[in-house]
Structure formats: structure tokens, C-alpha cells
T-cell receptor, first 111, second 118 residues
Framework: EAGVTQSPTHLIKTRGQQATLRCSPI?????VYWYQQALGLGLQFLLW???????NRGNFPPRFSGRQFPNYSSELNVNALELEDSALYLC??????????FGPGTRLTVT | AQKITQTQPGMFVQEKEAVTLDCTYD???????LFWYKQPSSGEMIFLIY??????QNATEGRYSLNFQKARKSANLVISASQLGDSAMYFC???????????????FGKGTKLSVKP
């Protein structure tokens, strides 16, 4: 069974640009979660999508947004990039019991 | 609000010995799930073990066991027979559990860096 996949692996952007990160969940999982892991800040919850709907949002500004497609894959968009957005972005999908399985992450660097 | 506390920033253990990583949590919800993840230097988060708040028995998965003490609000991870490959960051996490048994996003602790010495 294929795991959670994320693309791209690395992304380098300049301040003010937009970044788009993609995630494909494990087959059969309908929920997708996005987390940010920045140096010194630990893992912070960004967004949760289930059945195409946004179910919950973490304490991040509106320039962090996303969506979930009919095939349950998901996209995270970060507009007007700032230097502090540099981080590892992790996507996870979950079983009905709530066990979340993570992808390898996208490392975003903003210069 | 939910909170996870891991008080050990770093720990050392001798290869083949057992080690306990501490985790305490705070929540007012009666239903919740507790998780442990391993993050090697590669960055990927690896699911290790899960404990539901209503589970009567402590969860076990191979060399991993979760010492769940509900009254003390602790969910310590025990790794038996440590291996060099166990060197990594370990995160404790919690999620609320709704009536349907499904859960939402995870709240993570700050992690414990485990180093296994040969």
C-alpha cells in the first residue's frame, strides 16, 4: 500500500511570492492534515480537510489556505511569502480511528 | 485547551537497554487519543503507537509500549531493547475524539531527542 506522498520535496521561493504544496493521502483515507515544523517552534497544526471541506484551522494568517479535491488529494497555498514561512511542511492522512500517517514533507525555503 | 508536555529535551540510552520517554497531557475532554511519533533526521514522521482514552489496557506495538496513567494524565513511551536505529526525535501528541470515534488534528509536544549509545 502506497503511503502519503508530497511534492515537491524542496521548494525555494523569494519573499512575496506564492508557494503551492501538494499531498496525496493513503488510498481510502478521506482526511488530510497539514502541519508546519519550523525551527524552534515545533510542529504546529495548519489545516484539516475531510470530504472536501475545511474542518479546522490552526492559528495561522489567511495567506495560508488550501483545498481538498474530489480524489481526496490536497493542496496548501502560501501567499505573500515571508522569511519566517521557511519550514518543513508535513501532510498526514488518517484512519477512522484517527491514526495519522505522515508524508515525507516539503521543505520550503524563503529567501 | 489541550496541551502536551515533554520535559526531557534529550536522553541517552545504552544499546539493548530499555528507555522511558515522558509525556503528560492536559485536556478537559473525556474522549481523546494519545499518539507517539518518531522523527529521524530525514524528517519523516513515523507513527509508533496509539492509546484511546477509554482503552482499558496499555497499548503495545512490538518493542514499543505506552504506559497510560489516566488519573495522572501521563502517557509515557517505553522502548525495550534499544537499537542504534532508535536514535531520533520522539513526539507525543494528542487529539480529541468525537462521538463517532474519528479524531481531529493533533497537538504535539516539543519532543525528546533520544540518542542510543553503542
Amino acid at each position: 500500500e502506497a503511503g502519503v506522498t508530497q511534492s515537491p520535496t524542496h521548494l525555494i521561493k523569494t519573499r512575496g511570492q506564492q508557494a503551492t504544496l501538494r499531498c496525496s493521502p493513503i488510498s481510502g483515507h478521506t482526511s488530510v492534515y497539514w502541519y508546519q515544523q519550523a525551527l524552534g517552534l515545533g510542529l504546529q497544526f495548519l489545516l484539516w480537510y475531510d470530504e472536501g471541506e475545511e474542518r479546522n484551522r490552526g492559528n495561522f494568517p489567511p495567506r495560508f489556505s488550501g483545498r481538498q479535491f474530489p480524489n481526496y488529494s490536497s493542496e496548501l497555498n502560501v501567499n505573500a511569502l515571508e522569511l519566517e514561512d521557511s519550514a518543513l511542511y508535513l501532510c498526514a492522512s488518517s484512519t477512522n480511528r484517527g491514526e495519522q500517517y505522515f508524508g515525507p514533507g516539503t521543505r520550503l525555503t524563503v529567501t | 485547551a489541550q496541551k502536551i508536555t515533554q520535559t526531557q529535551p534529550g536522553m541517552f540510552v545504552q544499546e539493548k537497554e530499555a528507555v522511558t520517554l515522558d509525556c503528560t497531557y492536559d485536556t478537559s475532554d473525556p474522549s481523546y487519543g494519545l499518539f507517539w511519533y518518531k522523527q529521524p533526521s530525514s524528517g519523516e514522521m513515523i507513527f509508533l503507537i496509539y492509546q484511546g482514552s477509554y482503552d482499558q489496557q496499555n497499548a503495545t506495538e512490538g518493542r514499543y509500549s505506552l504506559n497510560f496513567q489516566k488519573a495522572r494524565k501521563s502517557a509515557n513511551l517505553v522502548i525495550s531493547a534499544s537499537q542504534l536505529g532508535d536514535s531520533a526525535m520522539y513526539f507525543c501528541a494528542m487529539s480529541y475524539m468525537n462521538y463517532g470515534g474519528s479524531q481531529g488534528n493533533l497537538i504535539f509536544g516539543k519532543g525528546t531527542k533520544l540518542s542510543v549509545k553503542p
